[in-house]
C-alpha cells in the first residue's frame, strides 16, 4: 500500500457527462501530480499541483482540469466526456517537487 | 523533447531464464531513471532508480545502470520468478524550466513468466 487513495476505483459513465477523481496523497506529501494510462497513448502526465498550486501542465485536454485543497486532496475534474477518455488515471504524490513519487491504485473510467 | 523507448513485448521466459528489458532515453538535461513495475489490476510502484550517469539502481534481484554515452537504462535480472510476471516502465525525470520532477514513461513491456 503506496498510502496514496484514489476514488473511485471504478466509473462508468456515459459520452457527454461529467465525472470527479478524487485523490488523497501520503501524510505529509504536497506534491499532488495526475496521469493518464490508455491503450493508444500509454502512460501521460496530465497536471501537477504542489501544495495548492499548479507547478506543470502536460498533455491535458480543456475539457479537465484539476485543483488541490487546503488540505491537499486532489480533484481531476473531467467534462464532455468522450468515448476516448476511457483510461485508468493515476494519481501520485510526492514529498516536494523533487522527491521521489508514489502511485496510487488508480480508477478506471469507462465512457460508454 | 524528452522521450523514453523501450522494447515492445511481451516477453515470455521460462523460469529461472535471465531477463533484459532494453530502454533508451532522449533527454536535454541531466533526468533521473527509473523502472516502475505494474502487477495486474494495480497501481505502479517503483523497482530502482538511478539519478546520475553510471549509478546502478537494483532491487528485489533486478538491476540497471545509467549509461549517459549510450543513454540507455536497460533492465536485468539473472533468474526470474513467476511472480515477476508483471508490466515493466522505463522512466525519466528531467526538471527542465518548469523545475517539474514529472515522469515520462515509456510504452511498457509485459513480461510472462511460465513454470
Known amino acids: 500500500d503506496s498510502g496514496v487513495t484514489q476514488t473511485p476505483k471504478h466509473l462508468i459513465t456515459a459520452t457527454g457527462q461529467r465525472v470527479t477523481l478524487r485523490c488523497s496523497p501520503r501524510?505529509?506529501?504536497?506534491?499532488v501530480y495526475w496521469y493518464q494510462q490508455s491503450l493508444d497513448q500509454g502512460l501521460q502526465f496530465l497536471i501537477q499541483y504542489y501544495n495548492g498550486e499548479e507547478r506543470a501542465k502536460g498533455n491535458i485536454l480543456e475539457r479537465f482540469s484539476a485543483q488541490q485543497f487546503p488540505d491537499l486532496h486532489s480533484e481531476l475534474n473531467l467534462s464532455s466526456l468522450e468515448l476516448g477518455d476511457s483510461a485508468l488515471y493515476f494519481c501520485?504524490?510526492?514529498?516536494?517537487?523533487?522527491?521521489?513519487?508514489?502511485f496510487g491504485q488508480g480508477t478506471r473510467l469507462t465512457v460508454v | 523533447g524528452n522521450s523514453v523507448t523501450q522494447m515492445e513485448g511481451p516477453v515470455t521466459l521460462s523460469e529461472e531464464a535471465f531477463l533484459t528489458i532494453n530502454c533508451t532515453y532522449t533527454a536535454t538535461g541531466y533526468p533521473s531513471l527509473f523502472w516502475y513495475v505494474q502487477y495486474p489490476g494495480e497501481g505502479l510502484q517503483l523497482l530502482l532508480k538511478?539519478?546520475?550517469?553510471?549509478d546502478k539502481g537494483s532491487n528485489k534481484g533486478f538491476e540497471a545502470t545509467y549509461r549517459k554515452e549510450t543513454t540507455s537504462f536497460h533492465l536485468e535480472k539473472g533468474s526470474v520468478q513467476v511472480s515477476d510476471s508483471a508490466v515493466y516502465f522505463c522512466a525519466l525525470s528531467d526538471p527542465g524550466m518548469d523545475s517539474s520532477y514529472k515522469l515520462i514513461f515509456g510504452s511498457g513491456t509485459r513480461l510472462l513468466v511460465r513454470p
Open positions: 501524510s505529509g506529501d504536497l506534491s
Open positions: 538511478a539519478t546520475k550517469a553510471d
Open positions: 501520485a504524490s510526492s514529498v516536494t517537487v523533487n522527491t521521489e513519487a508514489f
